[in-house]
């Protein structure tokens, strides 16, 4: 039977179970790091940290306290987690591995099975080098002439080890900034775990199901990226039907959104929870719909590439927001800036913070902040004390000792307030938007 959910309703079901109701509920602990994959299944990586990497983010908004440290411990050395591709490159649970190894497969008989083909005899020197020697980075080995890859030209040793990973036979062993260390994968996990072989059909089904775990409430549409690996729109939708024959999914209607939305049906108390709240207005503390303990809105600043707003299509109709990240985008033509991230305000999403981190000075510097319409922050209850919290909380995720406001007069006001509880730099120049 579909259930019917107004739209107040199905944001405060996106901002419990994305664990932002109220953010940072999570103490700073590996513990933690991994309850946030058990709800949301994976995080997508980006290498870029201008304003910190988008995992991490991710994490922050919703750990208190959080440092790369603890996701890294699990990444590289108990490998409790792991790199693959799903949607685009995620860190996913190191125990759902054998439901990803159909990327590995593909690898092998595609292009990169070829170039490693082609490129045999530097393939079998690098894979005896590091059986031999323990992990290498394509550094390692000397320079040869450039050949045609994925991204254009590139040295024969990073194609190589690129291919020899994407099919499978080397693995992430641990980064160092951008460099890349690999290392044989049946010395990175678990003979066990390796020996497991899924049915490609149940593969693309788990792929699919981790799409509408990730964001707790996708439809049928999107980007083209947001179903990546999943087969065509057929297939989805046969495998889907599965999904909801099963009892994993529950289809929901929207008000105000086109066709169906799919939950987890295992969050339907969360569900009902979110409903009651967006009812009374106010976080419901009862114990028979308990996720986490009542509290005021909070604020955080979201990842641009958090799960929840996979769907940037969504975001309009959810949220009234209009979103994209423009790090690719011409400087010229940017609407919002190079590294923008959108501020969450209890369950709705209020506006959007540039930070810079500059590690050298231990300083955040805001270099843009910009608030939807309608939105005040003065004067919007309780808004203050819960973005000068998220501001707190930014300046200890980077490492930061002070925050230097952005240079616009407009924001004079609202800073003189979060210096109030934010460690402000006086001396500092304040932050001038300025792109890369």
């Not at 996701?71 to 050395?77: K, V």
């Not at 083909?117 to 080098?129: D, V, Y």
């Not at 930061?400 to 402000?424: Q, Y």
């Amino acid at each position: 039977m579909t259930r019917h959910l107004s739209l107040a309703a199905a944001r405060r079901f996106l901002a419990l179970r994305h664990l932002l109701a109220p953010p940072r509920s999570l103490p700073g602990e590996k513990a933690s790091v991994m309850a946030v994959f058990e709800r949301l299944g994976s995080l997508q990586f980006d290498p870029l940290e201008v304003a910190g990497r988008n995992h991490d983010l991710a994490l922050a908004a919703r750990i208190d306290g959080y440092r790369r440290e603890l996701t890294d411990h699990l990444l590289y050395r108990e490998r409790a987690l792991f790199e693959a591709y799903n949607k685009a490159l995620n860190l996913l649970p190191t125990a759902q591995l054998p439901f990803y190894r159909l990327a590995w497969d593909e690898g092998a008989r595609g292009r990169a099975g070829k170039l490693v083909g082609e490129q045999a005899g530097l393939a079998a020197r690098i894979l005896a080098e590091i059986e031999a020697q323990g992990p290498k980075c394509s550094g390692d080995f000397e320079r040869e002439a450039a050949i045609d890859w994925w991204w254009g030209p590139t040295s024969a040793a990073r194609a190589v080890m690129d291919a020899l990973a994407v099919a499978g036979r080397l693995n992430l062993a641990r980064r160092e900034g951008n460099r890349r260390y690999y290392d044989l994968t049946e010395r990175l996990f678990p003979a066990e775990i390796l020996a497991v072989r899924v049915p490609e059909r149940d593969q693309i089904r788990h792929r699919l199901m981790s799409r509408y775990r990730a964001h707790g409430l996708l439809g049928t549409s999107g980007s083209g990226e947001l179903w990546y690996g999943t087969g065509s729109s057929a297939l989805r939708a046969e495998l889907r039907a599965e999904l909801v024959d099963r009892g994993e999914l529950t289809e929901v209607r929207v008000d105000g959104l086109k066709g169906p939305r799919y939950l987890i049906s295992g969050e339907l108390e969360m569900l009902a929870r979110a409903e009651l709240e967006a009812e009374d207005g106010r976080p419901v503390n009862d114990p028979g719909l308990s996720v986490g303990a009542a509290a005021a809105p909070g604020c955080c600043f979201l990842a641009p590439l958090d799960p929840i707003l996979w769907d940037r299509q969504a975001l309009v109709p959810f949220y009234g927001f209009d979103y994209r990240w423009e790090v690719y985008t011409p400087a010229a033509k940017r609407r919002w800036g190079y590294y923008v991230l959108p501020v969450m305000f209890g369950d709705r999403i209020v506006g959007r913070i540039e930070p810079r981190i500059d590690r050298s000075g231990r300083l955040v510097r805001v270099l843009g902040l910009e608030w939807e319409a309608g939105f005040e922050p003065l004067s919007a209850p309780g808004f203050v004390p819960a973005f000068s919290d998220a501001l707190r909380a930014y300046v200890m995720f980077g490492g930061a000792g002070a925050l230097v406001p952005p240079a616009a007069s407009a924001h004079r006001p609202l800073f003189r307030e979060v210096a109030r509880r934010v460690p402000v730099s006086r001396a500092a120049t304040p932050a001038r938007a300025a792109a890369p």
